[in-house]
């Protein structure tokens, strides 16, 4: 029984690794989009960070789906989209409150104003990510039962 429990924890130390990575090259596909949106086509925060985070989000189901959730591969893309997309669309409201609540106070802060809605954006996306694996893993992915590949 001891080796059941060490080899799940290890299946989902292993998964959970996957996520962080793919989340973190959705991130940077999300970051350097919204500073270039915001920095060189002059779009509000809110479109913004809408656009970028969508990005994110279509990276982030690919690389879930044929890597960190790879034993869930066989279930119907379509019902896994849908449930990833409506994980993510929570996850972009709570992205969106977080920076637009946060760009302000961390402007004036800063001293710089333009600015705060970056730091705002590392503090929502350490938030969302924590709902965004939560959320995945027992629902879009419900991979409970199934050995990590």
């Known amino acids: 029984m001891a080796n059941?429990?060490?080899e799940t924890q290890?299946?989902?130390t292993g998964r959970l690794l996957r996520?962080?990575?793919v989340g973190l090259s959705g991130t940077m596909v999300d970051?350097?989009?919204l500073t270039l949106l915001k920095e060189a086509f002059l779009l509000p925060t809110l479109v913004?960070?809408?656009l970028s985070f969508s990005a994110g989000l279509t990276n982030n189901f690919t690389w879930n789906r044929?890597?960190?959730f790879a034993d869930a591969r066989s279930d119907n893309i379509i019902q896994q989209f849908l449930q990833f997309a409506t994980v993510s669309i929570i996850g972009l409201v709570l992205n969106n409150l977080i920076v637009l609540s946060l760009e302000a106070p961390?402007?004036?802060l800063l001293g710089t104003a333009g600015y705060g809605y970056l730091p705002a954006k590392v503090c929502a996306a350490g938030f969302v990510f924590l709902w965004n694996f939560t959320a995945n893993r027992y629902w879009t992915f419900n991979s409970?039962?199934?050995s990590v590949s």
Do not use: G, K, P
């Open 19 to 21: 996520f962080m990575a």
């Open 31 to 33: 970051f350097t989009l």
């Open 144 to 146: 409970i039962n199934r």
């Open 4 to 6: 059941i429990t060490i």
């Open 10 to 12: 290890r299946s989902e």
């Open 66 to 68: 044929l890597w960190t």
């Open 106 to 108: 961390l402007d004036t």
């Open 48 to 50: 913004a960070n809408t």
